[in-house]
């Protein structure tokens, strides 16, 4: 009998140790370098600490309100919690679990004297021991599993911290050149109001015809509506940021009110030469990653499910009647469950963990892809915009300097209303372009910060670190 239950015990081991998989990352055939071109060859700043470099204290003002006030980040502080808590309870189950109970109570029977039996006190303390032992490691895959779910809490943590940080400083810049348009559309709307008051004087006198008074207050008309318009816009940014930072408005404005006439301009990101480098700084890949290897571990407990699993139980009772004495019951002893027939339940169990995990390992697959995508098509749009503000800028000035001299033409009498309109429109429409270049160029920035991950491995104190890859994987 004990040559039978050692070949049991051993059996028992050597299948378990075959159960747990090996969470691995799948290989990916990834270029070996950008194929578009790296700003500034890749020799500029680093991305921690990338927002102070902007030097505007109304955007790290915003930052700072939106880090303490967001519930999306107060959320991803919750199911971190929870997945703590979840690994805690999954951790438990490899050790033995001791229940004590205790009772006391006086009974006795009342009736005729031949029935009557005395009253007695009785008191009794129990211990009830139970441990599942882990042969095949099922518990232990399954705290894996836990682990790497918290793993990837914490990575979407910092994904939250990321996108939300990205998020506000494109509106904030959004909001700045929107407010630099506004002033540009104001500016010249007065000097059309301007034009009209000249036009209405020689059109009174008789030098101007009527249809060039029309087409002064036509143009002037249209100006005014677009300045409304580029107003409600600005409006509506004033709410979006307001929203992000999770505060009264009145604060919000407060704060946009002591920076104004400038879009805020970054240092720029260095970009390191090998896009597999880019695994390693973008958070949402890293919890990609740990939610494959979770379903990874939850294959290797549902195969453990397939075995027997063993047991050890015992329990204690003392116990004391005033009527029959004392006593002192026990019990100790394994048992074996052994699955012989559920209906094929615990295969289909490991057929839907196979199937959860290739479909984790495609969707890492296409994170990584999805990453690398977007850090190319950022670097494109940074590498245009940047390139084109000085032909922006040069054109811009260029129109500026020939609606000048129309404008001294006409006002000399030399040419027409309407070719002055002509050479207006070329030079605000230039105007508009430099802003928004600007205004497009730094938001490219900001995109290209967020695709390369932001700089997420420096955590703040509230919380711990993000754990390495290797925990988790070499159990």
């Known amino acids: ?37 790296l700003p500034h060859q890749g020799k500029t700043a680093d991305l921690l ?49 001791l229940t004590g109970s205790g009772s006391a109570e006086r009974s006795g029977t009342d009736g005729s004297k031949e029935s ?29 599993a836990d682990r790497a779910r918290v793993e990837e809490q914490v990575a979407g943590w910092h994904d939250a911290r990321v996108s939300l940080a990205a998020e506000i400083a494109d509106d904030y810049v959004q909001y700045r050149a929107c407010r630099l348009l506004e002033q540009t559309y104001r500016e010249e709307l007065k000097s059309q109001q301007e034009t009209i008051s000249a036009t209405q004087t020689s059109a009174s006198s008789g030098f101007t015809s009527g249809s060039d008074l029309a087409l002064a207050r036509a143009s002037a008309a249209s100006s005014s509506s677009t300045l409304t318009s580029q107003q409600a816009e600005c409006e509506v940014l ?40 880019l695994l390693r ?62 209906g094929g339940s615990r295969r289909a169990a490991v057929n839907s963990a196979e199937a959860a995990y290739r479909s984790a390992v495609a969707s890492y697959k296409s994170g990584v892809l999805t990453a690398v995508d977007d850090v190319e098509t950022a670097m494109v749009r940074v590498d245009s915009t940047t390139r084109r503000i000085g032909d922006s800028a040069s054109a811009a000035s260029n129109y500026r300097t020939y609606f000048k001299a129309i404008d001294d033409n006409w006002r000399a009498g030399g040419t027409s209303l309407l070719d002055r309109e002509e050479a207006r429109r070329s030079a605000l ?44 994987t070499s159990q």
């Open 1 to 37: 009998m004990k040559i039978q239950l050692a070949w049991l015990a051993s059996a028992i081991v050597v299948t378990g140790c075959a159960a747990l998989p090996a969470a691995e990352p799948p290989q990916l055939d990834l270029s070996a370098s950008w194929h578009a071109t």
């Open 49 to 97: 600490a990338w927002w102070g470099s902007f030097k505007d204290p109304a955007l790290t003002a915003l930052m700072t309100l939106a880090e303490a006030n967001s519930p999306t980040l107060a959320s991803s502080v919750a199911a971190i919690d929870k997945a703590r808590a979840t690994e805690a309870s999954a951790r438990a189950g490899l050790f033995p679990s």
């Open 116 to 144: 009557k039996v005395a009253a007695s006190n009785t008191t009794s303390g129990g211990l009830d021991a139970s441990w599942e032992i882990d042969l095949f490691g099922k518990t232990g895959a399954q705290v894996s």
């Open 238 to 277: 004033v709410k979006t940021l307001t929203e992000l930072a999770a505060t009264d408005e009145t604060e919000v404005r407060k704060i946009l009110g002591t920076q104004t006439g400038r879009i805020p301009t970054p240092p720029h990101i260095k970009v390191d030469s090998v896009p597999a480098d």
């Open 281 to 342: 700084q973008r958070p949402d890949v890293a919890g990609l990653e740990r939610e494959m290897a979770a379903t990874l571990y939850e294959v290797g407990y549902a195969k453990a499910d397939l075995y027997p699993s063993l047991s050890l139980s015992g329990s204690l009772t003392i116990s004391h009647s005033t009527l029959t004495g004392n006593a002192v019951p026990w019990s100790f002893g394994p048992s074996l469950s052994i699955p012989l027939f559920d």
């Open 429 to 472: 429409s230039a105007e508009i372009t430099l802003i928004e270049v600007r205004r497009d160029a730094v938001r490219y920035w900001i995109a290209l910060y967020k695709a390369l991950g932001g700089g997420w491995q420096k955590s703040p104190a509230t919380l711990a670190p993000p754990p390495s890859a290797s925990q988790g």
